[in-house]
């Protein structure tokens, strides 16, 4: 543990220089919490979305439990897949759920307007906070408002509730919803030495059976072993995400400048996304669609880790978990095929052998059952045969070797 704190330390202060041409202040801005932004999607899509089709007059309240805690925070809030302006009337954050919320102001004012295609960042508020400090954000929309933006999979209970309760320590006359609106990201004001480490995947990442309101997901598991060193760990993790294609979000190259370079702080990058990419095509998703090659999902790979080696970042791939029996049941029981595993295994041998990723993190091999490998072990299966448990979530998790993480570049960016 020594090592590992000597190591990291020594990366992070690399890392710093490294971004900066200035002397490090004494603190800076980190990301210790996002969820990425998705496009609503229509009535006929194959699962609903949870959310109203607008919003007037109604407060959206939402708990988010940050990474690293700080003296002061800022919110960001999104527009991203609006197509006309969001005017939010007023916002802010409870340090705990029932307690007193103080007011956000952004450039000095209650409220924001903020563009399509547009995200605001809220003024700093002065509110300590600890590590896994679980916050809540409520944001006010006079609306009337389309809901275009979301987030579909939070394994988190909000609650929209009417009129302006964005200061109201308990909501009256609430509806619950798993989903998120318009926040998608909290940062914390951090020594100079903190970083953050951004997870991109699909829904495994994204928790999809974590417990609910448990913090479960293997983002969270990792979060906790990191915070000690002075780490966070971003979830951008979107169900149904894909690595070349667009999926129930935008794909993984098209949505990493926001979802990873423009979050403050970053130090490292964790790939786990793919799996849908195998798995969609000839399913209900995607019908007539041709299933990429092997060369194919090779290219995408290499063009993550070129693009993150260029902003200095140092990226880990992670080999694709076991998913026999998949789905069963559901309209998506043909999301596994004895065909589709074994694209996953060729993937997973080039990852482990010759991928271009400083490290790899053999996610397969934590989680499969040693007497049938194309399957999830028991202990670890949330039941539906691919998403793990909250077990396997911890297991994920605890594969990540610290000092790969955070350790040197092995292909040619030398982070030390």
Do not use: C
Not at 41 to 50: K, R, S
Not at 64 to 93: D, E, F, H, K, M
Not at 318 to 328: K, M, Q, R, S, Y
Not at 343 to 352: D, F, V
């Amino acid at each position: 543990m020594n090592r590992f704190r000597h190591l990291a330390a020594t990366a992070l202060i690399a890392l710093s220089g490294a971004a900066n041409a200035e002397p490090a202040s004494p603190s800076h801005w980190v990301a210790s919490w996002q969820a990425s932004p998705q496009p609503v999607w229509g009535p006929d899509f194959l699962f609903p979305t949870l959310v109203p089709a607008q919003l007037q007059d109604q407060t959206f309240r939402q708990t988010a439990r940050i990474s690293l805690g700080g003296p002061r925070l800022r919110v960001r809030l999104s527009n991203a897949y609006g197509t006309q302006p969001l005017r939010i009337g007023a916002a802010s954050v409870a340090a705990r759920a029932g307690a007193t919320p103080q007011r956000l102001s952004f450039d000095g004012q209650p409220g924001v307007s903020i563009g399509p295609g547009q995200a605001r960042l809220s003024d700093p508020l002065a509110l300590a906070t600890d590590d896994h400090q679980a916050l809540q954000v409520s944001i006010f929309v006079p609306g009337p408002m389309p809901v275009q933006t979301f987030h579909w999979e939070g394994r988190q209970t909000s609650w929209i509730a009417p009129g302006d309760q964005s200061r109201a320590p308990a909501l009256r006359a609430a509806e619950p919803t798993t989903a998120r609106l318009i926040l998608t990201g909290i940062d914390v004001e951090a020594p100079a030495s903190a970083r953050s480490v951004v997870v991109m995947g699909d829904s495994i990442t994204d928790g999809a059976t974590a417990s609910l309101d448990q913090d479960q997901r293997w983002t969270d598991h990792l979060a906790g072993r990191l915070a000690p060193h002075g780490v966070a760990v971003v979830n951008a993790g979107i169900s149904g995400g894909r690595l070349l294609r667009d999926g129930m979000g935008h794909a993984a190259l098209a949505r990493m400048q926001r979802d990873v370079f423009d979050q403050p702080g970053v130090a490292s990058v964790i790939v786990l996304i793919g799996i849908n990419d195998i798995s969609w095509p000839g399913t209900a998703f995607t019908r007539n669609e041709d299933r990429p090659t092997l060369a194919q999902l090779q290219a995408g790979y290499r063009a993550l880790v070129e693009r993150a080696h260029a902003r200095g970042l140092r990226i880990l791939g992670a080999t694709l978990t076991p998913f026999a029996g998949a789905l069963p049941g559901t309209p998506l029981d043909d999301y596994y095929a004895a065909d589709k595993d074994a694209l996953r295994q060729q993937l997973n041998a080039w990852l482990r052998s010759d991928s271009p990723f400083d490290a790899v993190i053999d996610l397969d091999a934590a989680l499969r059952d040693p007497a049938v490998p194309s399957r999830m072990a028991a202990a670890y299966d949330s039941g539906d045969h691919l998403h793990p448990g909250d077990a396997g979530n911890r297991a994920m998790a605890e594969a990540v070797d610290l000092e790969a993480l955070m350790g040197p570049s092995t292909q040619g960016v030398d982070l030390l």
